[in-house]
């Protein structure tokens, strides 16, 4: 990553560490942002431009359009009429199966006309049956 030092926050020296040996000296600029730049020279001055503080900034960024996409699909995802076809979806399959249970026959068999009120509210209007196999097997069985 390159650093623009021109854009680089001017921090306090808190401490200068002297390291390396002879002819491959740094000198480590701790400073007051909890960072350390490192220089082949003394600073000699009491604030110096600091670049970890602008690689985090460059970070924080980098994360913050890394996250973007998520939020867009998360408003994708949320459908408030799928959301609404869905439970009615769940009303006709309880429907059903009271249907079913109570004429002795299996959830298969009915059929459930839906029709949509002028208000765009959906009802069941008829409900039909058709009886399986099995089904009129149980119905002969329960009538001897
Ligand atoms: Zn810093």
Redesign the pocket.
Known sequence: MEINKKKA?Q?AVVEIVKAGGWGNVTYLHK?E???TEIRKRHAGSKYIA?S??VM?KEMEATTKQLAQPIYVETAVIYDPVATELASFEQDIGRVRASLAKALGVTVGDVELIVTEKDNGELSVSQAMVFLGPSSIDNLIKSVK
């Open positions: 926050p921090k400073l942002c909890g960072h600091c970890g503080c985090a």
